[in-house]
Each structure stands twice: as structure tokens, then as C-alpha cells.
């Protein structure tokens, strides 16, 4: 049994994190850019496929003789497909429901779908990590658009896709996912029930497969505290933890997994050394250029982290604030430290390129016009007033996973 909040969660320890999470009993408490863009599979009988492999292929229907990765590379994470059950039949409640069993500053994916010019359009959802650590993927549609909201805590990722390959044909397929229990650079590989492909969670690629090589679309969101959903978005909805499961919400089941001295699971790759494994940075691709922006530690003398940078000629400002615990720190998410929220942004308006600086109030503030902006990039003030910067998909992660699929990234540095 755990005792006290572990520095170094073991392997061991791990998978019977994973088992219980799979299981939904309580374990014993401890205290679309793309990322990629596809690659040729490799076609290969299957026989041959399966010689070096450390997971099960029992009552799959997959074509494991198509694969962009080496299938050695995949390994079993310990629960059976859908051990993790994705969440199918989203409801919502509203804001103020939600408020009596969601504290102000637990994280959540917020999500508005985006109109034809890549500015929101819709009210906006959130899903609460209090729920998804349990689920890790739900099916939704939102504003006629079927989207796949996933949450991966052995990499800290959260990331949503379209569910199609071809949003812009009126009769593409929409696929439903979801967890095949094994793991690749201890990132959650998905399947798709149509074709039970396999897909890398961080990615959105398929990688084993009928379907292997394709991409899927991601979808800009954010990562955010409740409070900063509920300030955008007054009138959004929040995912119901009337799931028709049985699971302890609230509960973290990998208490203390975020220290950052600790190793990842199931994590066989060299960790790449520039950084800590466990530290966290916002990432982001663009034309194929990745980027790591470390998130710096939270400074109360400067609640707002400000960076103007370019990618592929690209304008773009990353803004991070505190306020939103770690869903991965304490045995209860609602007592997780504070780990800072993050928003990506081209910040070129109207075909004026913007330079913003922090303006000491959590909100950052533009050199040309003196308007400020939210968390969320629209203009609370000033000139632009009402304006708003358009999204750019990216991801909070924990650099040793960031770096294993993105093993060219630059990581910005400071003057």
C-alpha cells in the first residue's frame, strides 16, 4: 500500500495505478496542426510483424502487417481495450451546476469549434480533468462537428482532433475511438472501432493498420482553470460526471507522477537531456518546425509570462499565467499545486503584426495600441477591444515525451 506522497512512482506502482484506473476502484490514496504529418507505412505480413512485440494481439481484427513505427516500439500499459473507458454519450451541465463539484482552479480542456477564418464560433465546452483521467477520450460533436477530446496523464497531454480525415467532404467518415491499453513513448495509443487502426494520442496519427499514415486534424484548445472557462465563457456548458460509470471523480490515481524528479512509466527511449523528463512546456508545430516553451515557474511579482516568437514566419505569441492546479500532484486534483495555464495565438490582426509584453494582471498587453488581452487572446480593453487573436493548436506536455516525438524541436530561450 502507498504511503505518504511518493517522490519516485516505480513501475510496479504504476501499473497498479493503471489497473485500478482501468477497473474504476479507488486505489489506495497517496496524501490540429498536426504533430507529425504522416508517414509511408511499412507493408510486411503480419506474421513478421508480430515477431518482437510486447503486446497482446488477441481478438483484434487489426492489419498489424501495416505500421509506421516499429511495433516493438508499442507495449502493453497493462488494462485490455477499453479497460479505460472512453466516455461515448457526452452530456453537459451548465456553469453554475457544475460550480458545486468543481473547484475554481482545476484544469480543464476548453474548447469552442472554429468557423472558416480559425476564430471560435461556438460557446464553448469544458471538460474537466477530474473526469477525463479516468476516461482519457470522449466522442463528441460540438457545433456539427465530431471531435475527439483525449487526455493522456502518463504525458500530460491534451489534445483534440476532428474525428474525420476529410472535415471538407460532406460524407467522410466519422470515426469513434477508443483505448487499446497499450502504450508508445508512454503515450496513449487509441484505436478507431470502423477499422481498428491504431492511433498515437499525441499526434493523431495512425500508426498501425488499415489506416496507417494518416493524420488526424487537431483542433485548438486549452488547457484552463474552471475560473477562466467560466470568465470566457459565461454561457458554456461543462462535461457531466454522469458518465453511466462508477469512478471516483475528483480522485488523481497517480498522485505525485508530475514531480519532477521523478521518470516516466513505461518510458524505455533515452530521456533527450536539455531539459528535466518531467518539465513542462507548451508545444507547438507549425510547417513542420516544433517548438518547446518551458513554463516557467510561477512568479507573483509577475502573475503573466509573455513571449513574442516566430515560427515558419509565423507570428505567434505564447502567453502562460498561474491559476490552474496539476491534475497529477495530489490524491485529490482540487489540492494540486499550481502548475499555470497557457494560450497560443497568431498575433498578426488585420494585417498588423503585434508585440505584447505582460501587463502585471495576469492579462498581457499590445505595444501598438495599449489594448489588453485575456488568457484566451481577446481583447478585454483598449482600442482592439472585442477583437480576437486566432488560435493555434498546441499542447502543455512533459518534455521527455514532447522531445521523443518531436526529436528536432528547438526550445525557445530568453534574452
Same mark, same amino acid.
Given at each position: 500500500?502507498?504511503?505518504?506522497?511518493?517522490?519516485?512512482?516505480?513501475?510496479?506502482?504504476?501499473?497498479?495505478? +493503471?489497473?485500478?484506473?482501468? $477497473?474504476?476502484? *479507488?486505489?489506495?490514496?497517496?496524501? $490540429?496542426?498536426?504533430?507529425?504529418?504522416?508517414?509511408?507505412?511499412?507493408?510486411?505480413?503480419?506474421?513478421?510483424?508480430?515477431?518482437?512485440?510486447?503486446?497482446?494481439?488477441?481478438?483484434?481484427?487489426?492489419?498489424?502487417?501495416?505500421?509506421? @513505427?516499429?511495433?516493438?516500439?508499442?507495449?502493453?500499459?497493462?488494462?485490455?481495450?477499453?479497460?479505460?473507458?472512453?466516455?461515448?454519450?457526452?452530456?453537459? &451541465?451548465?456553469?453554475?451546476?457544475?460550480?458545486?463539484?468543481?473547484?475554481?482552479?482545476?484544469?480543464?480542456? $476548453?474548447?469552442?469549434?472554429?468557423?472558416?477564418?480559425?476564430?471560435?464560433?461556438?460557446?464553448?465546452?469544458?471538460?474537466?480533468?477530474?473526469?477525463?483521467?479516468?476516461?482519457?477520450?470522449?466522442?463528441?460533436?460540438?457545433?456539427?462537428?465530431?471531435?475527439?477530446?483525449?487526455?493522456? =496523464?502518463?504525458?500530460?497531454?491534451?489534445?483534440?482532433?476532428?474525428?474525420?480525415?476529410?472535415?471538407?467532404?460532406?460524407?467522410?467518415? @466519422?470515426?469513434?475511438?477508443?483505448?487499446?491499453?497499450?502504450?508508445?513513448? #508512454?503515450?496513449? &495509443?487509441?484505436?478507431?472501432?470502423?477499422?481498428?487502426?491504431?492511433?498515437?494520442? &499525441?499526434?493523431?496519427?495512425?500508426?498501425?493498420?488499415?489506416?496507417?499514415?494518416?493524420?488526424?486534424?487537431?483542433?485548438?484548445?486549452?488547457?484552463?482553470?474552471?475560473?477562466?472557462?467560466?470568465?470566457?465563457?459565461?454561457?458554456?456548458?461543462?462535461?457531466?460526471?454522469?458518465?453511466?460509470?462508477?469512478?471516483?471523480?475528483?480522485?488523481? =490515481?497517480?498522485?505525485?507522477?508530475?514531480?519532477?524528479?521523478?521518470?516516466?512509466? %513505461?518510458?524505455?527511449?533515452?530521456?533527450?537531456?536539455? %531539459?528535466? $523528463?518531467?518539465?513542462?512546456?507548451?508545444?507547438?508545430?507549425?510547417?513542420?518546425?516544433?517548438?518547446?516553451?518551458?513554463?516557467?515557474?510561477?512568479?507573483?511579482?509577475?502573475?503573466? *509570462? @509573455?513571449?513574442?516568437?516566430?515560427?515558419?514566419?509565423?507570428?505567434?505569441?505564447?502567453?502562460?499565467?498561474?491559476?490552474?492546479?496539476?491534475?497529477?500532484?495530489?490524491?485529490?486534483?482540487?489540492?494540486?499545486?499550481? @502548475?499555470?495555464?497557457?494560450?497560443? +495565438?497568431?498575433?498578426?490582426?488585420?494585417?498588423? &503584426?503585434?508585440?505584447?509584453?505582460? #501587463?502585471?494582471?495576469?492579462?498581457?498587453?499590445?505595444?501598438?495600441?495599449?489594448?489588453?488581452?485575456? %488568457?484566451?487572446?481577446?481583447?478585454?480593453?483598449?482600442?482592439?477591444?472585442?477583437? *480576437?487573436?486566432?488560435?493555434?493548436?498546441?499542447?502543455?506536455?512533459?518534455?521527455?515525451?514532447?522531445?521523443?516525438?518531436?526529436?528536432?524541436?528547438?526550445?525557445?530561450?530568453?534574452?
Amino acid at each position: 500500500m502507498i504511503t505518504g506522497t511518493p517522490r519516485r512512482l516505480t513501475r510496479r506502482t504504476m501499473t497498479g495505478l +493503471f489497473l485500478a484506473a482501468a $477497473a474504476g476502484s *479507488q486505489v489506495p490514496t497517496a496524501g $490540429a496542426q498536426p504533430l507529425t504529418t504522416g508517414a509511408t507505412p511499412t507493408v510486411e505480413p503480419a506474421s513478421d510483424a508480430l515477431s518482437d512485440t510486447r503486446f497482446s494481439t488477441s481478438g483484434w481484427n487489426t492489419d498489424f502487417g501495416r505500421h509506421t @513505427v516499429p511495433l516493438s516500439e508499442i507495449t502493453s500499459g497493462g488494462p485490455p481495450p477499453d479497460g479505460i473507458p472512453p466516455i461515448d454519450a457526452p452530456t453537459f &451541465v451548465a456553469i453554475d451546476e457544475a460550480s458545486d463539484w468543481l473547484v475554481a482552479h482545476e484544469p480543464v480542456i $476548453a474548447l469552442g469549434v472554429l468557423d472558416a477564418d480559425g476564430m471560435p464560433a461556438s460557446n464553448g465546452r469544458a471538460y474537466p480533468l477530474q473526469i477525463l483521467i479516468w476516461h482519457e477520450i470522449v466522442n463528441d460533436v460540438l457545433d456539427d462537428v465530431p471531435v475527439l477530446v483525449t487526455f493522456c =496523464p502518463l504525458c500530460n497531454t491534451s489534445i483534440v482532433f476532428d474525428r474525420r480525415l476529410h472535415p471538407d467532404q460532406s460524407e467522410a467518415t @466519422v470515426y469513434d475511438f477508443g483505448t487499446t491499453g497499450n502504450l508508445r513513448h #508512454s503515450d496513449l &495509443v487509441m484505436w478507431d472501432r470502423q477499422t481498428e487502426s491504431w492511433w498515437q494520442q &499525441v499526434s493523431g496519427e495512425a500508426i498501425v493498420g488499415e489506416l496507417a499514415g494518416s493524420v488526424l486534424t487537431s483542433i485548438p484548445s486549452q488547457l484552463i482553470s474552471f475560473a477562466k472557462f467560466r470568465e470566457s465563457w459565461p454561457e458554456g456548458q461543462v462535461l457531466s460526471r454522469a458518465t453511466g460509470f462508477d469512478r471516483p471523480y475528483g480522485d488523481n =490515481p497517480y498522485p505525485g507522477y508530475d514531480d519532477i524528479d521523478s521518470s516516466p512509466f %513505461l518510458f524505455d527511449s533515452d530521456v533527450d537531456g536539455r %531539459l528535466p $523528463a518531467k518539465q513542462r512546456v507548451v508545444g507547438v508545430t507549425l510547417d513542420d518546425e516544433a517548438v518547446a516553451y518551458p513554463i516557467p515557474d510561477n512568479d507573483p511579482n509577475d502573475p503573466a *509570462q @509573455v513571449i513574442n516568437d516566430d515560427i515558419t514566419d509565423i507570428p505567434i505569441v505564447v502567453i502562460t499565467t498561474e491559476g490552474a492546479a496539476s491534475a497529477l500532484d495530489a490524491s485529490q486534483i482540487s489540492s494540486g499545486r499550481d @502548475v499555470g495555464q497557457s494560450g497560443v +495565438f497568431r498575433r498578426d490582426l488585420d494585417g498588423r &503584426v503585434l508585440t505584447f509584453a505582460p #501587463s502585471g494582471d495576469g492579462t498581457m498587453m499590445d505595444e501598438e495600441t495599449g489594448s489588453s488581452w485575456s %488568457l484566451t487572446g481577446e481583447a478585454i480593453d483598449g482600442p482592439l477591444a472585442e477583437s *480576437q487573436l486566432r488560435p493555434i493548436a498546441h499542447v502543455i506536455v512533459f518534455w521527455f515525451a514532447w522531445a521523443a516525438f518531436q526529436p528536432e524541436t528547438r526550445i525557445f530561450e530568453r534574452d
